[in-house]
């Protein structure tokens, strides 16, 4: 159970971060008390990952997949 949790804190931090990055909020958001409540409501045992976390894992391999979905689309610029 303990692997499934630190799994699943893995793949919701993944995709926080991503929502965080892609859409251009700061990333000082998951600090903000609201946020933290908000999430407390829905999701007591997550916790929120700290924005130096964001802004280094998640920010950086945010960018590397940013750079390899760039270079497939140059290469096949016509696929869906």
Known sequence: VIK???LLQMQL???LARVILI????ISLVEHP???KF???IRPSYKLPSRKRI???FLDAEY???????R???ICPFTV
């Not at 859409?23 to 700061?26: E, I, Q, V």
């Not at 590397?64 to 760039?70: A, I, N, S, V």
């Open 39 to 41: 999430f407390n409501e």
């Open 55 to 57: 802004s280094t894992t």
């Open 72 to 74: 497939a689309e140059q």
């Open 23 to 26: 859409s251009g909020r700061p």
């Open 64 to 70: 590397k997949t940013m750079q390899e979905e760039t």
């Open 34 to 36: 609201l946020w933290i």
């Open 13 to 15: 931090d993944e995709v």
């Open 4 to 6: 499934n949790d630190f």
